[in-house]
T-cell receptor, first 112, second 115 residues
Framework: KNQVEQSPQSLIILEGKNCTLQCNYTVSPFSNLRWYKQDTGRGPVSLTIMTFSENTKSNGRYTATLDADTKQSSLHITASQLSDSASYICVVSAGGTYKYIFGTGTRLKVLA | ETGVTQTPRHLVMGMTNKKSLKCEQHLGHNAMYWYKQSAKKPLELMFVYNFKEQTENNSVPSRFSPECPNSSHLFLHLHTLQPEDSALYLC??????????????FGPGTRLTVL
C-alpha cells in the first residue's frame, strides 16, 4: 500500500535553532517528492521538489534531502524564525498512476 | 497569493442546508482538484477535473456534487451534510493532470462547520 509517514507529529523549538523533519514512504514506483509548508488558515505552498536522481535541494533556509534507496526524505530548517511556525507536509507522487500521496504533516512551532 | 482563490473562507451550515463552495484560478491551468483536510489526517483527494472533464471521483458521497463550468472555475455543491463532514476544503490547480512534477497551487481553503 502506498503510504507516507512523517515524524515527529509536532515539534517546538526556540527561534534561531535548527531542526529536521522526517518523511518515510512506501510509494512504488516513485516519481517525485515534494515538501509543502502550510501556514494556519492557508493552503499548502511548495518548498522543494526532488526526483529520483536528486539527493538534496535547497530553498533559502530550507534544505531537503532524499535517499531513494531507504525511501526517506528530510527537511532541514536552519536558523529558524517565528514565521517558520506552520505545518510541513511531505507529498510523494507515484509513477504510472501519477497520484499524489500525502503525509499527515509535522506541526512546527517556533518560540521567541 | 497563490493565484487560487476560494469563497467563502468560513461556512457554518445545518444538516438540511444547501450551500456551494467556489474556487477560481488565475494561472491558466487545466487541472483542478478538491481536497478535504481533517485534523491529524492526510489530505484526501475528492475530485479531479482535467480540461473541464471529471477524471477522478474518489468514492465521495453523493451529498458532495462538483461542477466545473470551465478550466478556471470549480464549485462544490453541498447538501444534507453530516457533522463529520466538517473540515477544511482545499481547492488546487496544476498545469495538467498526470504531470506530477508540475506544482499544485492551493487556495486558502474553506473552513466548513456542519451543525
Amino acid at each position: 500500500k502506498n503510504q507516507v509517514e512523517q515524524s515527529p507529529q509536532s515539534l517546538i523549538i526556540l527561534e534561531g535553532k535548527n531542526c529536521t523533519l522526517q518523511c518515510n514512504y512506501t510509494v512504488s514506483p516513485f516519481s517525485n517528492l515534494r515538501w509543502y509548508k502550510q501556514d494556519t488558515g492557508r493552503g499548502p505552498v511548495s518548498l522543494t521538489i526532488m526526483t529520483f536522481s536528486e539527493n538534496t535541494k535547497s530553498n533559502g533556509r530550507y534544505t531537503a534531502t532524499l535517499d531513494a534507496d531507504t525511501k526517506q526524505s528530510s527537511l532541514h530548517i536552519t536558523a529558524s524564525q517565528l514565521s517558520d511556525s506552520a505545518s510541513y507536509i511531505c507529498v510523494v507522487s507515484a509513477g504510472g498512476t501519477y497520484k499524489y500521496i500525502f503525509g499527515t504533516g509535522t506541526r512546527l512551532k517556533v518560540l521567541a | 497569493e497563490t493565484g487560487v482563490t476560494q469563497t467563502p473562507r468560513h461556512l457554518v451550515m445545518g444538516m438540511t442546508n444547501k450551500k456551494s463552495l467556489k474556487c477560481e484560478q488565475h494561472l491558466g491551468h487545466n487541472a483542478m482538484y478538491w481536497y478535504k483536510q481533517s485534523a491529524k489526517k492526510p489530505l484526501e483527494l475528492m475530485f479531479v477535473y482535467n480540461f473541464k472533464e471529471q477524471t477522478e471521483n474518489n468514492s465521495v458521497p453523493s451529498r458532495f456534487s462538483p461542477e466545473c463550468p470551465n478550466s478556471s472555475h470549480l464549485f462544490l455543491h453541498l447538501h444534507t451534510l453530516q457533522p463529520e463532514d466538517s473540515a477544511l476544503y482545499l481547492c488546487a490547480s496544476s498545469q495538467e493532470e498526470g504531470q506530477t512534477y508540475n506544482e499544485q497551487f492551493f487556495g486558502p481553503g474553506t473552513r466548513l462547520t456542519v451543525l
